[in-house]
């Protein structure tokens, strides 16, 4: 019960709410999107071009991540 008690203090801080739950969910989109770029690099027919932008999705995630990801630490150190 003691362990239930500070999980549940320690998802109602702010900072897990706003930086590292966000940053999370950006990490795994772009580990996503840097499989999928590497699958559209590694294709076999050449003319066969998708629609998804999948290189600028893992930048852009990957961006997102590190700022949120660096915000969510430094939230962690102070608290």
Same mark, same amino acid.
Request: avoid cysteine.
């Given at each position: =019960? %003691? %362990? !239930?008690? *500070? /999980?549940? #203090?320690?998802? #109602? !801080? #702010?900072?897990?709410?706003?930086?590292?739950?966000?940053?999370?969910?950006?990490? /795994?989109?772009? /580990? /996503?999107?840097?499989?999928?770029?590497?699958?559209? =690099?590694?294709?076999?027919?050449?003319? *066969?071009?998708?629609? =998804?932008?999948?290189? #600028?999705?893992?930048?852009?995630?990957?961006? *997102? *991540?590190?700022?949120?990801?660096?915000?969510?630490?430094?939230?962690?150190?102070?608290?």
């Amino acid at each position: =019960m %003691l %362990l !239930q008690g *500070a /999980i549940a #203090d320690w998802f #109602d !801080q #702010d900072w897990v709410q706003w930086f590292l739950l966000p940053g999370s969910f950006a990490l /795994i989109l772009a /580990i /996503i999107a840097w499989w999928g770029d590497r699958r559209r =690099m590694r294709r076999s027919n050449p003319d *066969a071009v998708g629609l =998804m932008p999948w290189r #600028d999705l893992a930048f852009w995630s990957g961006f *997102a *991540a590190v700022l949120l990801l660096a915000a969510a630490g430094r939230g962690w150190i102070s608290s």
